[in-house]
């Protein structure tokens, strides 16, 4: 299979606005590094700094910043969802993510699939927090509800020891697992991407 | 014991701004009417339509509604938080409030216990989707790390047969198992409310 | 009040039989110890070592060993549970205690409430993964959901950093902030268990 | 891509003993017989019939029964996984299966890759109780953890009405939704088991 070139969207779920130092935009960038390492190009968008409104629709709307992030999901093969965890759950910006993407299990190609069919989706979880397994699994079934696949080890995270208050962007180094845990899925989700591109899954009824 | 009067505050976690109605709103003001009967008085907010900021600061400043909100909370015995269920999850409103609530794990009264510590809360889940039981899991853990009590059988929820569409607000009466668990819990909500006032909770390290 | 005596059971739901070393059976025994500061005696249960059956039955029959460890339950006013984290989830051994506790909604008492109100459930996480937020919230709801009433802030948890290998019974002294949150459970239990029991939550329907 | 016959086996996570009639059973064979119709043949494990023991290694010795049903998942390109619904989450059966999967993370083959990478693995739940997108996201996290990719849109589900006790082996016929998921997973799962038997992911490190 030859390396064609494929595009990756992260969309990184702080809830601190810009220019603040963020976590979680660390890990979406690290993410969107090791994709270009297998000739997926990216770009991160901080979702926060944008007016996502909220509601269940394509577009909501009056301003609604999501159709224009959703036409950078809808032309990426790739998408990277980061988020920190609060009280041990996605942030409130991830789950609007999610609530934005629901329109998608609705409305259906014209060969009867959602339109998210054949594309990855990786995820990453930042916190000083405990509850980085939950966020991923939230962000797997929502995900692959809406139509994405999940990748063999499609997640990485990091938080520190319990009840600890350290951040991922206030290491020296991201910690060996970590980083090999985010390469794995990124050449996996690659790897899976190409092959759901050549090769895209039946249609459905 | 006495029924000495208390107060509630119930948070509605829609996504639906005002006037539309919401099938949160209704459970939520079902609660406040089930609450009345053992003396407890209470006011209904539609959170959506409050500018809540996304942070975990009791204030994020300019122009931030959650103070308000807030001390509606502080004010209150009993807290209700009632939220739709998206993608198998609790609303981002509903999360959103949870982290604005995380302000209260970090800073304490003078006697070292959080400032929630002898409130009580209880939650209702509504949604044409399935995601009741872990929706209220979330909310539990989340409202009790923040300092409130959760009494026994805390929470009613309602949603359809699976992949089903029909809202709660669709419905032409309550069903009879939703509406006994609610009137369940408001009950032992109000007991345990008067309880834990005339009996604090002993004080902290 | 008077600090009447109480009795806690604590069942510790490791995967390792007797006589191994158990992270679990460390903290429930540190469970006991803290409770025991607020007269509250208490026995542990190692529950892997008994045969317990799969089913969601009080008894179900043939040697079934759970009708024993129910009767210490149903005996005491403070239930203990303490799991290991697998997969980021509890263990087979914790889920098949609270499916033999699902008996305990359907059948209740003359008063019509369920045979395990009035009594106060506590929870505790050990690790080496992470996972005690959602482990604590599904705990809470299901024992919730079985007539237990949580206390404010009633669990506790440790883990080391995301993806190492230490287990809690490896470390040379219990880290302060899992010890300050385990004091404070107990003596939230211990309380709230005083007061249920003198006030009893009012007869259901 | 040609049709090449692949294997299935699908786990029922019941918690009755055969030979009671079984909704996972159920579901469980009408995955199997949704993957015929794409050459995929397989076989069904009823995994409480067997002494499948705690713990985390790949062989608990001593008759453990995990060995056995092992070797049928590792013989197999796509694992099917089917739980009840009990307090809200998958069956203590279950989440048997997914600790002694945990084995699978930690041993890699000769590529550096855990033994499950290229598999695939959809879930079925069922309930009379809510909590399938719960179980399904658990599924997920954990399976893929392990090595396993999840094919878009790789769950179906049944459950009836909140708090309703209707079975799914009692129903007259599969509900349409149901149906119709069940069988755009087996078709997903089959094309990607395909994609992944011919085009591996990339050897790890």
């Excluded at 007016?51 to 909501?60: K, L, W």
């Excluded at 910043?65 to 609060?86: G, K, Y």
């Excluded at 054949?118 to 139509?147: P, S």
């Amino acid at each position: 299979m030859t390396e064609t070139p494929l595009t990756a969207v992260a969309l990184s779920c702080t809830l601190k606005p810009s220019p603040s130092s963020s976590s979680s935009d660390l890990m979406a960038q690290q993410y969107l590094d090791a994709l270009a390492e297998h000739d997926v190009s990216g770009s991160l968008v901080r979702v926060v700094d944008h007016d996502v409104r909220p509601g269940v629709e394509r577009d909501m709307g009056d301003g609604d910043a999501w159709p224009t992030i959703r036409s950078q999901v809808v032309a990426a093969e790739v998408l990277v969802v980061v988020t920190p965890t609060w009280m041990g759950h996605m942030s409130s910006v991830a789950q609007r993510v999610l609530e934005r993407l629901d329109a998608e299990i609705s409305e259906t190609r014209e060969d009867g699939n959602p339109l998210m069919y054949g594309k990855v989706a990786v995820v990453g979880v930042v916190g000083n927090e405990d509850g980085a397994h939950k966020i991923t699994a939230d962000l797997y079934q929502a995900l692959d509800d809406a139509g994405f696949t999940v990748p063999a080890q499609g997640g990485t995270y990091w938080n520190g020891e319990a009840m600890h208050t350290t951040d991922y962007d206030e290491l020296e180094e991201t910690p060996e697992a970590t980083a090999s845990a985010l390469s794995a899925a990124a050449a996996n989700a690659a790897h899976l991407a190409r092959l759901l591109r050549d090769r895209p899954y039946p249609s459905g009824g």
